[in-house]
């Protein structure tokens, strides 16, 4: 799609949240209303992830000014996995800039599982979006830096500014998807052979596994989100992460893409750019108002978490968050004056 639109400025609307104690009792609620809920199974492809509490369940709101609010397991750590994908296409977008990246990764949707081999080859090597493995080895392959260490910490450092504060490895998450990632090694060779990965393939695989590992909490993904609804300023440190316009691409790939085959069905419901991993992560964000973070262990047969989905379906619709919902802007339409109705 050719769209110039040089020079032309850009106007921003995004209205605002109820006050705080709204905000705090609406968090609250959507806890209290999901935390018994006990359908989803935990996942197991990962061995270590197999290990996780299944009555975990912590949500997060962080606000663009900065407020934050949390309910339950909120500040108990997992790993980022998938989610990871979104803030390092930001990353790389905020290096490359928007065609580069455009080029090389694509942002359609493919209507297949996050993992498949087909829709490569499919579309000639082209990876058809970030979100899905093909395109986020891609992403990864891009990061700045010489060697793959130095692309590891543009990622870490990167990530870590997200969420305002210095995010970790998970060692034994790392080893364990490192043994059973064959899938993902053999996704980058095969991109490896399209040309579409110039470096070594098991590196990029490393670089892409130690990103799903780093550390995280619901809080943070309600503030790296909110980093994302901002306009690129992280709303509790301040500091510039990305641009604007990196924002937008983001967040409209998300918005297309972020849930994989159900992501239609997501925005259809709930209305909300969004990404999801498979250890029980949701981030969810509504431009310019803030982000929603969730943390809960059992999933769905598309791996996305099943009180996190809930949670964040009830905050939208509550916080006013969907981001296609609209009201009149009066309570009564007044009749046309004789002039609008071209008369004299």
């Known amino acids: 799609m050719d769209v110039d639109v040089t ?5 921003v609307s995004t ?3 109820p006050g705080w104690d709204r905000v705090e009792q609406l ?7 999901y935390r018994g809920h006990d359908d989803g199974v935990v996942a197991d492809y990962i061995p270590v992830l197999a290990e996780a509490d299944p009555a975990w369940f912590g949500l997060c709101v962080a606000e663009s000014g900065g407020q934050v609010h949390g309910a339950g397991d909120e500040d108990v750590e997992f790993s980022v996995q998938s989610i990871s994908k979104a803030f390092v296409y930001a990353l790389v977008c905020e290096a490359f800039g928007h065609q580069d990246v455009l080029d090389r990764v694509g942002v359609n949707g493919t209507g297949l599982p996050f993992n498949s081999v087909m829709a490569i080859e499919l579309h000639q090597g082209h990876p058809m979006n970030p979100m899905v493995n093909a395109g986020a080895l891609a992403t990864t392959a891009m990061v700045p830096g010489a060697t793959p260490a130095e692309q590891w910490e543009h990622v870490r450092t990167g990530l870590s500014r997200f969420a305002g504060r ?4 998970d060692g034994v998450v790392y080893r364990s998807e490192s043994e059973t990632n064959t899938r993902n090694k053999a996704i980058a060779r095969l991109l490896q052979s399209y040309g579409r990965i110039e470096a070594d393939p098991l590196q990029v695989v490393d670089v892409y596994t130690r990103q799903c590992a780093l550390r995280v909490t619901a809080r943070d993904l309600a503030v790296m989100g909110a980093t994302l609804a901002d306009g690129g300023v ?3 440190t301040g500091e510039r992460v990305v641009s604007a316009h990196v ?3 983001t967040l409209a790939v998300l918005a297309a893409t972020g849930m994989y085959e159900r992501s239609g069905e997501w925005l259809f419901e709930i209305g909300l750019p969004a990404k999801s991993g498979v250890a029980g ?3 969810a964000v509504a431009p310019g108002k803030g982000a929603i973070g969730t943390f809960s262990p059992p999933l769905d047969p598309a791996g996305n978490s099943v009180r996190g989905q ?3 379906a009830y905050l939208s619709r509550t916080l006013g968050l969907n981001v296609f919902a609209s009201s009149v802007h009066v309570d009564e339409r007044q009749p046309a004056t004789e002039h609008e109705e071209g008369t004299a």
């Open 7 to 11: 020079g032309v400025g850009q106007a």
């Open 27 to 33: 968090v609250r609620e959507a806890y209290e209303r």
């Open 281 to 283: 992560g949701i981030v």
């Open 247 to 249: 924002c937008r691409d």
């Open 15 to 17: 209205g605002t949240l």
């Open 310 to 312: 809930r949670a964040t």
């Open 166 to 169: 210095q995010l970790e490895l």
């Open 234 to 236: 992280n709303p509790i």
